[in-house]
């Protein structure tokens, strides 16, 4: 059997025995609706104009947060990494900083900000931030010790050192961070939108519950995960084509 | 290629009394020497006896604990123009996410040179060194032997006049290692500069030096200067079959071992 029609063959099982449990199970169609059902409710949703603004907010919003958080993260965090006495420094603020449950901030920012998108994009910046700052700086820091000397003996001016050596050398490190910050960047959007009455997936999925409209709501949990996927696969792309020097490096 | 015209004569470099310790650890003391401009001085010694500390105090990247270096009439207190490194772990030198020409590129782009110029210059470089055809490469497309010359051609390129070279062929096998000593020996002839060789191998500096400096000791220190008169033109199989090469490699050899 080929790879594909395995994969297929897991989700067919996995959908079996859901249809099993429910048909046997007795279970009330409030808590698990059967799988025809969620089926159903997907493609119902394709027809709604408030499926596409939901997923188009929360897409948006996850990405500008990502977006503040990449730019801030990756140049702090190459600065704090090339400067030793800085990293030790800053290295207790930045373990609580990434130990802290960030969702705990939701009631805070809620507070300040209101339930509106600003508060949304702040808690993903805030949440992503951290995995590509820890990133950024271990990056930084693994610089091998040649190269620094390199640098120094060639006299490159900062800007230089930053955005042609320094940047560059941790860009692996960094997409590794990337990598985590997208799927927190959607966990997060979604967690705020579930709690909070702003616009996205996570909104439309918390009223489709508060409805016992539990196929739509499921159908909505489906395509936040579909959403994950694609964007992984589009890191995926990103990822071989910025560090195919480091892939070919490796081998070589 | 023509040699480029700008180097002609490199400037004598001092070494006047230099001295360094790591915390109470004293590893070099009072080392003294020169290199005339145009000359290779080969500097050996045994494994940890501290070349390559001496080589980051002559190359500015590390101030001695006392004593100076001097280039001209310039004392040494950070990397110089005039100066190009040479490493023993080409592969960290390189930027793998910068093709062979960018490499040799980059350091003249930080002097502000403009991009015609320096592209000029570098690929002049890099045909010197034998690369001519691999501009576009990547590094790890490269064979170690001609990542070295990239190197070599990116200080080149650089304007130094004085090559400081840290166990430059250490890494390669015996075969890259003479066709790199010969590059160098030919690079001095046609462009005139000095060239600094630190290196635990005895046969290679007494093939490449006008002159050997010998360190042994703990703190090292120059138990012997040798002059190599075999003339600026060598060969890897008649220089080596030589009596007077075998006479100053015994030489160093017994010096080194006597110390031990």
Same mark, same amino acid.
């Given at each position: 059997m080929t790879l594909i029609v395995r994969r297929l063959a897991t989700f067919a099982i996995f959908g079996l025995v859901w249809a099993l449990a429910v048909h046997f199970g007795n279970v009330s169609p409030n808590i698990l609706p059967q799988i025809t059902d969620v089926a159903l409710a997907t493609v119902e949703l394709l027809g709604r104009d408030t499926f596409y603004i939901a997923v188009a907010t929360t897409v948006r919003d996850a990405a500008i947060g990502l977006a503040i958080a990449s730019v801030l993260g990756v140049s702090a965090g190459v600065a704090i990494g090339a400067m030793p006495a800085l990293e030790r420094s800053t290295r207790l603020l930045i373990d609580f900083g990434r130990s802290f449950p960030q969702i705990a901030l939701l009631p805070i920012f809620l507070l300040i900000l209101g339930a509106s998108s600003q508060m949304k994009v702040t808690l993903i910046a805030i949440g992503c931030f951290f995995p590509i700052l820890l990133q950024s700086i271990y990056g930084a820091r693994k610089m091998n010790s040649t190269l620094q000397d390199t640098v120094r003996a060639f006299r490159l001016p900062w800007r230089m050192r930053f955005f042609r050596v320094l940047l560059p050398s941790a860009s692996p490190f960094i997409l590794t961070g990337f990598r985590i910050a997208v799927v927190v960047s959607i966990l997060v959007s979604v967690a705020v939108e579930i709690t909070s009455p702003v616009t996205g997936i996570g909104r439309e999925l918390a009223e489709a519950r508060d409805f016992y409209e539990t196929d739509i709501a499921i159908a909505y949990a489906i395509y936040a995960g579909i959403l994950g996927v694609l964007v992984n696969a589009a890191v995926d792309q990103l990822e071989r084509r910025i560090v195919r020097w480091h892939l070919s490096d490796k081998e070589a | 290629m023509n040699a480029h015209s700008t180097v002609n004569a490199a400037p004598p470099m001092v070494v006047d009394g230099v001295s360094k310790s790591y915390g109470s650890i004293e590893?070099?003391?009072?080392l003294t020497l020169r290199v005339d401009p145009g000359e290779i001085l080969c500097i050996v010694g045994p494994s940890g006896v501290g070349k390559t500390t001496l080589l980051r105090c002559l190359s500015g990247l590390m101030p001695p604990t006392s004593g100076e270096v001097r280039v001209a009439d310039q004392v040494v207190t950070e990397p110089l123009q005039e100066i190009g490194l040479v490493f023993q772990d080409y592969r960290g030198s390189?930027?793998? #996410?910068?093709t062979t020409l960018e490499n040799v590129l980059l350091p003249l782009r930080g002097k502000r040179m403009n991009l015609s110029d320096a592209r000029e210059r570098s690929l002049s470089c890099l045909a010197n060194v034998g690369?001519?055809?691999?501009?576009?490469?990547?590094? #790890?497309?490269?064979s170690g032997g001609m990542q070295q010359r990239v190197a070599i051609a990116r200080a080149l390129a650089y304007d130094a006049h004085i090559l400081l070279m840290d166990e430059p062929f250490g890494s390669l096998d015996a075969q890259t290692r003479f066709d790199l000593e010969d590059l160098v020996l030919d690079l001095r002839r046609r462009l005139g500069i000095s060239v600094i060789v630190v290196t635990h191998d005895i046969d290679e500096a007494v093939y490449l030096a006008d002159r050997v400096v010998v360190l042994s000791g703990k703190p090292a220190t120059v138990i012997d200067t040798v002059a190599v008169d075999l003339g600026p033109v060598r060969d890897q199989v008649a220089s080596k079959g030589l009596a007077e090469f075998s006479r100053l490699r015994g030489r160093i050899l017994n010096e080194i071992r006597r110390k031990k």
């Open positions: - | 590893v070099l003391r009072g390189l930027m793998p #996410w910068m690369l001519a055809g691999h501009e576009e490469k990547y590094p #790890w497309e490269l």
